[in-house]
């Protein structure tokens, strides 16, 4: 299902840090991994310009990359068996246009900090808003190393709208191919007007039918947790619960003005305990 890694780089500790995942997830699939790096040639210092033309500097630039490239994270992908690309650009763009070359994936760091719309020079967060393949993040990689091969629990986080089912068939074969257990968890908005105990067990137990309903739609058997609560909170604490390693979330299949992620996906990518693959 996923054959191909993209594996974008910057030379950070985190992303460094992310490469113990990119081997896990193509250990778990038997992918090929590509790492590439974006080479901005346009960012020249006064001094120089002042001391040498713009093509001579992009040049040196460009050739510095190149080592670089080539000397990262050698021996966790061998320049025998990995691809590397080096590209020059707008990042993000440059990372999105490449995904759609037949990746199934792209892995990030998201370089912790506050992760927000707001923040448009994150190109991890434009990354997501532009891409359309499935995008793998982790806000603690340098802190957080991946569990045993052995354990596999995924966590499909759904609500039940429209999109709902393309987002629980996507973490359905993805699970399935990675010999992982599926759970679906799924979140009651907090009512303030909703003291009644009654009215509580009914709207959980709406909530169980139209999961069901779905799971029966997309030939799922996954376990359900449904909760009652602001929403980012308990599903992030259903994903504990559930001992996840990987936390399955929706965003929007097509983009538009404001891009195709949600306030709440970028809450959970950012606040997550384990990685995240929104698609």
């Given at each position: 299902?996923i ?13 460094a840090?992310m490469?113990a995942y990119?081997q896990?997830?193509a ?6 991994v590509?790492?590439?790096?974006v080479?901005d040639?346009a ?6 310009l002042?001391?040498r033309?713009?093509?001579e ?9 190149r080592s670089?490239l080539?000397?990262f994270?050698t021996?966790e ?9 080096l ?9 999105a246009?490449?995904?759609?070359k ?19 020079g994150?190109?991890t967060s ?5 891409a359309e393949?499935?995008v793998?993040?982790?806000q ?12 596999r629990?995924?966590?499909c986080?759904?609500?039940l709208?429209?999109?709902?089912e393309?987002v ?8 399935s191919?990675a010999?992982a257990k ?9 009512d ?6 009654k009215?509580?067990?009914q709207?959980?137990?709406r909530?169980?039918q139209?999961?069901?309903a779905?799971q029966?739609?997309v030939?799922s058997q996954?376990?359900?947790g449904?909760t009652?609560?602001?929403v980012k ?16 979330v ?7 003005g404001?891009?195709?992620?949600r ?5 959970l990518i950012r606040?997550?305990?384990c990685?995240?693959?929104?698609v």
């Amino acid at each position: 299902m996923i054959e191909q890694i993209l594996f974008p780089v910057d030379f950070s500790p985190s992303c460094a840090a992310m490469a113990a995942y990119v081997q896990r997830v193509a250990a778990i699939y038997k992918s090929e991994v590509t790492i590439l790096y974006v080479c901005d040639l346009a960012s020249h210092s006064g001094f120089e310009l002042y001391a040498r033309p713009g093509n001579e500097i992009a040049e040196e630039h460009w050739n510095i990359a190149r080592s670089k490239l080539d000397r990262f994270l050698t021996s966790e992908f061998p320049p025998a068996t990995c691809r590397r690309i080096l590209s020059a650009g707008d990042a993000a763009s440059v990372i999105a246009q490449t995904a759609k070359k037949n990746f199934d994936l792209v892995v990030m760091p998201t370089h912790a900090g506050r992760f927000r719309r707001m923040l448009l020079g994150s190109t991890t967060s434009k990354v997501l808003d532009e891409a359309e393949c499935p995008v793998l993040t982790m806000q603690h990689a340098e802190t957080i190393a991946p569990r045993s091969l052995e354990h596999r629990h995924w966590a499909c986080a759904i609500g039940l709208s429209v999109d709902s089912e393309r987002v629980l068939r996507y973490a359905k074969d993805a699970a399935s191919a990675a010999g992982a257990k599926l759970a679906v968890i799924h979140a009651i908005p907090a009512d303030e007007g909703r003291s009644d105990p009654k009215e509580v067990s009914q709207a959980v137990r709406r909530a169980h039918q139209g999961v069901a309903a779905l799971q029966g739609r997309v030939g799922s058997q996954a376990s359900v947790g449904v909760t009652v609560g602001k929403v980012k909170e308990a599903l992030l604490h259903a994903a504990r619960e559930s001992n996840a390693d990987v936390l399955v979330v929706g965003r929007s299949p097509h983009a538009h003005g404001i891009g195709r992620m949600r306030d709440l996906t970028y809450a959970l990518i950012r606040d997550s305990p384990c990685p995240v693959v929104s698609v």
